[in-house]
């Protein structure tokens, strides 16, 4: 279940017509068929509004999922945390998962969190290995009991968070539903696999995201970079309008389109030195959603 099957599906549970949410959130009712039909994404903001309304999580409305999660606190976890000396450059591997929640945190500590409404003894089916080579640490997720990429996908949640003071660059390799990007700040970010929703919020760097499969992504605004490496794919990046930045297409046979309210409209770049939205790789799509905000 995606999350316009999801927002529709928990809207009716509780017994609210199209109008009424709609104004509970602030939007027009049109926003809200548009949100339920996987016309679009509602901006992060709107999504906390959201969240709120039908006291439930981010997560849990992205998650796959026939039911409402009735538990904010995981059944199951297992935490593992390292400290962090000096400046690191992280390479993460983490295999097939639910969700990825990535931050960076105010201690001089590495943590990294699994957690699962249904998986037992996650310390044993899952370990942590960290190997470190001056300032690099390469951490490795190892799924010790095989679990399937379907079950991983369907059930296990991984929180990181990267030590602000001694994080410099960071590499993610992974395949997840959701992957959600809050409050992390560091020089540059490269995820490299699958991510069916990407949420992005208060973060700012250089951030790369690199696959051969389609990316829907929501932010707030860009501070920094964002650049979309795809083969043969299309991205949407949902992003307010008084907050466009330049969009560039570095790709070889890329095409980039600006969409507002589910019409094509053009675009006229101008001058911003410092924060890009950009399509590279090759035969990709670039679609940019201007978003309003409420």
Not at 54 to 66: G, H, P, V, Y
Not at 177 to 195: S, V
Not at 238 to 248: Q, T
Request: proline fraction near 1%; aromatic fraction near 6%; charged fraction near 30%.
């Amino acid at each position: 279940m995606n999350f316009s099957e999801r927002l529709k599906e928990i809207r009716k549970n509780e017994g609210l017509s199209q109008e009424q949410l709609a104004e509970k959130i602030g939007v027009s009712r049109q926003a809200i068929t548009k949100w339920e039909t996987g016309k679009g994404l509602p901006d992060v903001e709107n999504m906390v509004i959201i969240a709120e309304i039908f006291k439930t999580t981010l997560d849990e409305l992205f998650r796959d999922s026939a039911a409402k999660q009735k538990q904010e606190i995981p059944l199951y976890t297992s935490e593992t945390i390292y400290d962090i000396d000096c400046e690191k450059h992280f390479d993460i591997n983490i295999g097939s998962a639910a969700t990825i929640i990535l931050s960076s945190g105010t201690d001089e500590k590495l943590h990294i969190r699994l957690s699962s409404e249904t998986l037992e003894n996650l310390d044993t089916m899952f370990k942590i290995k960290l190997d470190e080579k001056k300032n690099k640490l390469d951490v490795n997720c190892l799924n010790k009991n095989k679990l399937s990429r379907y079950e991983a996908e369907d059930s296990l949640t991984v929180t990181i968070e990267l030590p602000d003071k001694y994080s410099d660059h960071c590499e993610i390799e992974a395949s997840v539903k959701l992957l959600m990007i809050k409050g992390l700040h560091l020089r540059r970010l490269e995820y490299d696999g699958d991510a069916e929703q990407v949420l992005i919020s208060d973060s700012s760097g250089s951030l790369e995201f690199t696959a051969k499969t389609d990316y829907d992504i929501t932010i707030d605004k860009i501070t920094g970079t964002l650049d979309i490496n795809q083969w043969k794919a299309k991205a949407i990046v949902h992003l307010p309008e008084e907050n466009i930045v330049n969009v560039i297409n570095k790709g070889r046979k890329c095409d980039v389109y600006y969409m507002k309210e589910d019409t094509a409209i053009e675009y006229e770049n101008f001058a911003d030195g410092e924060n890009e939205l950009s399509v590279s790789g090759m035969f990709s799509e670039l679609i940019v959603d201007l978003t309003e905000k409420k």
